[in-house]
C-alpha cells in the first residue's frame, strides 16, 4: 500500500478551516444581499472583512484577490479593498518550520545544505520562503508550504460558491460560473511544488535567450510536492525604481513586456500573476551600485498553459481591431468560446478589447494610460461596458479568458506604476511576428515535453 498523506484532504482540517472562514464569507454574503436590497454599501464592512481574511494564512487571500478582478462580483468598495490584500500571514516559527522540513526532506535534512535560514525571508498565502546555501555553496531560496493546505483549499473553495451563489441570484451583468471554474482549478494547481518546478524549468527554456529576463534555476533534489527550492536571484524590489530616470524605467518595462508577450504569443504560455511582488531587479553583474540591467521572474504556482487556438484569437483580435475587420473580431470572440453573439454584445466586448489593446494598437511612443491619471485608468470603460450589459442581459465569461483578462490588467498596473514610455504597438509586432497556429503548437509541444508537463 502507499504511505498515507498526512496532510491529505482531510474532513477535521476541512471542518476547522470552515469554521475560522466561514463566518467572514457567510458576512459578506448578507453585506452584499443588504447593499443590493438597499442601496449602497458600508465601507466600514469592507474594511473589517479585508481585516479578518488578511489575517487567515492560506488560500483564502489568494481567493479574495482573484475575486476582486472579477467584474460585478463584488461591491466596489468590496473590491476595493480586497485588492489591498498583499497576502502577507504571520510566519511559522523555527520549530515549526524544523518539523515541516523533516516531513519533508527526511531527519537528517540538515546535512543537505550548507547553511539553513529557520526565520523566512518572506510569507504569502500558500507558504514562506527560507534563504539557504547548498552544499557546493550556491544561494537558495526554499518555498515551504503552510500544513493542511490541501484541506484549506477545499474548505475556502467551498465558502466561495458562498458568493458565487449569491451573486447569481442578484441579476448580474456577469455570468461567473466559468470565471469560478477557472479560479477553483489554477488554485488547486498552486498547491503542487513540483508542478511549479517544471513551470520555472519552462520558463527557464522559453526566456533562455532573453537577456534582460532571468529564470531561477531548479533543485529537484531538494524539493518535493511541498517544498520547492530554487536559486536565489540577487535583486531589489521593482516599486522604488518608479524613481529612477525614464531609460531605466524603460529599460524594466521592456523587461516585463518580453516576459510576458513572449511566453504568452510564442508557446501559448502566461504568467497568471504579474504584480509587483514577482519581481526583482538586478543589476549589471549582480554589483550593487551598477546600472539596473534586467528582471528576475519569481513564483511560477500560477501558470496558465494556452491552446493554440485560444493565442490565435488574441492575434486575430488585435489585428481585426487595428484593421477594422469585424468578421476576424467576432472569429476571435468565438475562438475564445464567447457564445450568442449579437451585435450590441459584440459592441460592448469591443469597448473593453479596445481599452485592453489600446496601447498595442497605437503606433507611437506613449504611456499606457496616455494621459489618463492612473486611479481612473479603465474606469469610464468599465462602467459603459457595466451599462450596457445591464441593459442586455448577462454575458458568460470563459473559463479560459478569465486569467487571460487578469494578467493583462496586472501588467498594465506594473506599467502604470513605472510610467513607462515605450512603443508598445512596435514590441507587440515583434513578439508576434512569424505568429502561426502550426509553430506556435509545435513550440509548445517540444517545450513542455522538456519541462516534463507534457
Known amino acids: 500500500m502507499p504511505p498515507v498523506d498526512p496532510e491529505q484532504n482531510r474532513f477535521s482540517a476541512r471542518a476547522a478551516r470552515y469554521a475560522r472562514v466561514g463566518v467572514n464569507v457567510g458576512g459578506v454574503a448578507a453585506r452584499m444581499v443588504g447593499a443590493r436590497l438597499f442601496g449602497g454599501s458600508d465601507q466600514s464592512n469592507a474594511v473589517a472583512l479585508t481585516s479578518a481574511l488578511g489575517g487567515l494564512k492560506g488560500p483564502i487571500m489568494k481567493v479574495a484577490q482573484l475575486m476582486a478582478t472579477i467584474p460585478d462580483l463584488l461591491p466596489p468598495e468590496y473590491a476595493e479593498e480586497l485588492q489591498k490584500l498583499q497576502a502577507e500571514a504571520p510566519p511559522m516559527g523555527a520549530a515549526f518550520v524544523k518539523r515541516r522540513m523533516q516531513t519533508e526532506l527526511g531527519p537528517e535534512w540538515r546535512s543537505r545544505f550548507q547553511a539553513f535560514d529557520l526565520h523566512p525571508a518572506a510569507a504569502a498565502s500558500l507558504g514562506q520562503v527560507h534563504r539557504a546555501t547548498s552544499l557546493d555553496g550556491a544561494s537558495l531560496a526554499c518555498k515551504l508550504q503552510y500544513p493542511d493546505m490541501q484541506s484549506a483549499v477545499e474548505a475556502d473553495l467551498s465558502q466561495l460558491e458562498i458568493l458565487f451563489a449569491v451573486h447569481r441570484r442578484m441579476n448580474p451583468v456577469i455570468d461567473t460560473r466559468e470565471a469560478a471554474k477557472e479560479v477553483a482549478a489554477r488554485v488547486r494547481e498552486e498547491l503542487d511544488y513540483q508542478r511549479e518546478a517544471k513551470h520555472a524549468a519552462l520558463y527557464a527554456d522559453i526566456l533562455r535567450d532573453e537577456p534582460l529576463v532571468r529564470v531561477p534555476g531548479v533543485h529537484p533534489e531538494l524539493s518535493t510536492r511541498r517544498l520547492l527550492t530554487l536559486d536565489w536571484l540577487k535583486g531589489e524590489k521593482l516599486l522604488p525604481f518608479k524613481k529612477s530616470d525614464q531609460d531605466t524605467r524603460n529599460r524594466l518595462a521592456t523587461a516585463l513586456f518580453r516576459a510576458w508577450w513572449i511566453p504568452f504569443s510564442r508557446f501559448g504560455v502566461i504568467h497568471g500573476d504579474p504584480h509587483l511582488g514577482n519581481y526583482t531587479v538586478f543589476r549589471a553583474g549582480d554589483i550593487d551600485g551598477a546600472e539596473p540591467a534586467g528582471i528576475n521572474l519569481l513564483d511560477y504556482g500560477c501558470i496558465r498553459i494556452f491552446p493554440a487556438r485560444f493565442v490565435g484569437g488574441v492575434v486575430d483580435l488585435y489585428r481585426g481591431l487595428l484593421t477594422n475587420d469585424d468578421a476576424r473580431v467576432v472569429h476571435a470572440y468565438e475562438t475564445w468560446g464567447f457564445k450568442a453573439?449579437?451585435?450590441?454584445?459584440?459592441?460592448?466586448?469591443?469597448?473593453?478589447?479596445?481599452?485592453?489593446?489600446?496601447?498595442?494598437?497605437?503606433?507611437r511612443t506613449r504611456s499606457i494610460a496616455d494621459g489618463v491619471k492612473p486611479s481612473e485608468y479603465g474606469r469610464r470603460e468599465a462602467f459603459r461596458v457595466h451599462q450596457a450589459l445591464k441593459e442586455q442581459g448577462p454575458v458568460t465569461i470563459p473559463q479560459e479568458f478569465v486569467f487571460m483578462d487578469r494578467a493583462a490588467i496586472g501588467l498594465g498596473g506594473v506599467f502604470l506604476h513605472l510610467a513607462a514610455e515605450l512603443n508598445f504597438h512596435r514590441l507587440f509586432?515583434?513578439?508576434?511576428?512569424?505568429?502561426?497556429?502550426?509553430?506556435?503548437?509545435?513550440?509548445?509541444?517540444?517545450?513542455l515535453s522538456a519541462a516534463g508537463l507534457a
Open 429 to 447: 509586432e515583434e513578439a508576434i511576428a512569424d505568429f502561426s497556429l502550426e509553430t506556435l503548437a509545435a513550440r509548445q509541444s517540444s517545450a
Open 341 to 363: 453573439l449579437r451585435r450590441d454584445l459584440i459592441d460592448t466586448l469591443n469597448i473593453w478589447a479596445r481599452f485592453i489593446y489600446g496601447p498595442l494598437l497605437d503606433d
